[in-house]
């Protein structure tokens, strides 16, 4: 998959960091969602990470400008 469209943006396409052939920043951390989803059996990768239960209420673009990650 290329992009991801969401209902709640409608507005907005969403693309998969794999579909983008520029480099970008390591992250600090990784950001684990889905939580309430996951079997128990599944362990989450090593390193540091934040946790989140379900999707935040924020669209990709309103995250990275709340970070200061954004780029046009």
Not at 6 to 20: G, K, N, T, V, Y
Not at 30 to 41: A, F, G, T
């Amino acid at each position: 998959m290329l992009w991801l469209w969401d209902h709640h943006w409608p507005e907005l396409i969403h693309p998969f960091a794999s579909a983008i052939d520029t480099e970008l920043p390591v992250p600090d951390e990784m950001v684990c969602i889905m939580e309430d989803s996951k079997p128990k059996w599944v362990r989450w990768p090593e390193g540091k990470k934040s946790v989140h239960g379900s999707y935040g209420g924020d669209s990709l673009e309103e995250w990275h400008k709340k970070h200061n990650l954004f780029v046009q």
